[in-house]
């Protein structure tokens, strides 16, 4: 069953602008992770977060997560037409072999 | 760094027809491999779990009889869908855990590029 949730589920702002893309899950996990596919496409890897961790970055991309709430945001600064994707947090279980994926934002970064 | 390939990447087929497609780890070896399926403006749901040397498993709802799936080396699986229509056109995607032992970064499992399915 699908544990993770996002929203917004689309998003649509202009390059330069910040988006902000949030995800809730139901049970514990010991990481979580964020997926982009561009459409049509594979999924890429973008950050993993532990669950001892609270914020994580990578280039222009943040991380938080907060376990006592179950949920973690994606933040991508100074967003670029070439960020338009499909966004996806996961969460790992059957002992982090699987994941359950969210139902994704679809981000739309306009020229 | 380890990658996994899918093929054919996009496949069009008659209603009624087979379709297999493959799913091959190419630097590491795979005991488990996992099925997911993507419609269209959708997230990916898990479909089955391949166990090399057993029987897949599969999630509720997921017909074992229709998406055949076979995981017969440790670095190759097929899901073969059989008697397709329409309905089965979608995204497949595999995936496979990274191995035990390997280092710690980054993402814990490694995706396929998927296999567009189109059923006429």
């Known amino acids: 069953s699908q544990q993770g949730e996002e929203d917004p589920q689309a998003l649509s702002i202009q390059e330069g602008e910040n988006a902000t893309m949030n995800c809730s899950y139901k049970?514990?996990?010991?990481?979580l992770q964020w997926y982009r596919q561009n459409s049509g496409r594979g999924l890429v890897h973008l950050i993993l977060i532990r669950s001892n961790e609270r914020e994580k970055h990578s280039g222009r991309l943040r991380v938080t997560l907060d376990t006592s709430k179950k949920s973690s945001s994606l933040l991508i600064t100074a967003s670029r037409a070439a960020d338009t994707a499909s966004y996806f947090c996961?969460?790992?279980?059957?002992?982090?072999?699987?994941?359950?994926f969210g139902p994704g934002t679809r981000l739309s970064v306009l020229p | 760094g380890a990658v996994v390939s899918q093929h054919p990447s996009w496949v069009i087929c008659k209603s009624g027809t087979s379709v297999k497609i493959e799913c091959r780890s190419l630097d590491f070896q795979a005991t488990t491999m996992f099925w997911y399926r993507q419609f269209p403006k959708q997230s990916l749901m898990l479909m089955a779990t391949s166990n090399e040397g057993s029987k897949a498993t599969y999630e509720q709802g997921v017909e074992k009889d229709k998406f055949l799936i076979n995981h017969a080396s440790l670095t190759l699986s097929t899901l073969t869908v059989t008697s397709a229509h329409p309905e089965d056109s979608s995204f497949y995607i595999c995936?496979?855990?990274?191995?035990?032992?390997?280092?710690?970064?980054?993402?814990?499992?490694?995706f396929g590029p998927g296999t567009r399915l189109l059923v006429l």
């Open positions: 995936s496979a855990p990274k191995p035990w032992g390997a280092a710690w970064v980054g993402e814990t499992q490694y």
């Open positions: 996961a969460t790992p279980y059957n002992y982090g072999q699987n994941f359950v």
């Open positions: 049970t514990s996990i010991n990481n």
